[in-house]
């Protein structure tokens, strides 16, 4: 599946994490504390460098994620360790905990799996992580003193940034959440390789098709192609050279759609065209259709090893009649097929 990926997030990552670090660089500085203004200022530089080097679409969105993920679970560790467990900075557990499991959604949207294991370990590590810091500040004081005035400001500060960016995340995930349904709906009723619709897809316009044939009178024709010798082909040039004549076939294909036309990949090296044609004839449908293997047999191709060769098509074609489901019609078309492919190949059947 390919995956929608969006330069700016990058951009925004880094300045939510610039933002959230400069405030305590500022506070450490007029504190006094070098330790907190080194690590704030590696991270400031960090972040300031990730759209450069994660913005080139060599990840993808879930590397944002693991990047705010693990900032910010150093950042608990550290300053827990640096001003105490008083400080608050355990608050921010929650906001990794929200950031693990909406990336662990948006995998299992991605990757149409599920992902239990991976985020219940990394909860696990998180917790243990939570209690250990929770051990040590019990056992060992904190390397910066603070008041407690000032103690209980830092805390306040740091669940006002939690309630704060908690909800930002939400809605970017939100936003990519919404990217990556759409990009799964489209994956499910297009054909990977060739862009047309699948065998899914066309379904519903043939019960359409056949719906307003019996309603309103409409009638329309169904036509399955196959390319001749296609097996040849990837047994002599390879099945990238076979993806390229599926593609080039499914261009051709694509000049003639319109409101009244529609295209698919049946399957393998199968195709089907419908067409609405009123009050036109069906032999007005086969013209289309021998119009369009005559374009196809006019195609060259030229592979990496081996001269130029030309492919050809047979097609079976059937039409609406009264009282015969869609299944029938398209086994008609079926037949005819390879009724076609007996005969020779290289034509179009359509009686």
Not at 322 to 338: E, G, P, Q, T, V
Request: charged share 20%.
């Amino acid at each position: 599946m390919v995956q929608t990926r969006d330069p700016n997030y990058y951009v925004e990552i880094s300045l939510s994490q610039m933002i959230l670090f400069s405030p305590l660089m500022f506070f450490g500085f007029i504190m006094g504390h070098p330790l907190t203004v080194i690590y704030c200022f590696v991270v400031i530089i960090i972040s300031a460098f990730y759209p450069i080097v994660f913005g080139k679409n060599k990840f993808d969105f879930l590397s944002g994620t693991k990047f705010c993920t693990i900032s910010t679970l150093i950042l608990f560790t550290v300053m827990t360790i640096l001003y105490g467990w008083q400080a608050g900075y355990y608050l921010y557990l929650f906001e990794v905990l929200s950031l693990i499991s909406m990336n662990s959604f948006l995998d299992e949207l991605k990757r149409k799996q599920k992902s239990n294991f991976s985020t219940i370990f990394i909860t696990v590590i998180l917790v243990l992580a939570f209690l250990l810091l929770k051990i040590y500040s019990l056992y060992f004081e904190p390397y910066y003193e603070l008041t407690e005035k000032l103690t209980n400001f830092v805390f306040i500060a740091n669940g006002l940034v939690v309630i704060l960016t908690v909800p930002m995340f939400a809605a970017r995930y939100r936003k990519q959440i919404g990217r990556s349904i759409d990009t799964l709906k489209s994956n499910a009723l297009l054909d990977e390789l060739t862009g047309l619709f699948n065998r899914r897809a066309i379904r519903p316009y043939l019960d359409l098709y056949m719906t307003e044939f019996n309603t309103k009178g409409i009638n329309f024709g169904i036509a399955i192609f196959d390319i001749d010798d296609f097996k040849h082909i990837n047994d002599k040039y390879g099945h990238n050279e076979g993806d390229k004549v599926l593609t080039r076939v499914a261009e051709i294909l694509k000049e003639n759609i319109t409101e009244t036309i529609n295209v698919a990949r049946w399957g393998g090296e199968e195709f089907i065209v419908l067409q609405q044609y009123g009050s036109k004839d069906y032999l007005s449908f086969v013209n289309l259709i021998e119009s369009i293997s005559e374009k196809i047999s006019k195609e060259s191709f030229l592979p990496v090893r081996g001269g130029e060769y030309k492919i050809t098509v047979t097609a079976g074609c059937s039409h609406s009649v009264h009282n015969i489901a869609i299944k029938d019609l398209i086994n008609r078309a079926d037949i005819r097929l390879y009724k076609g492919k007996n005969s020779g190949k290289n034509c179009t059947i359509y009686q």
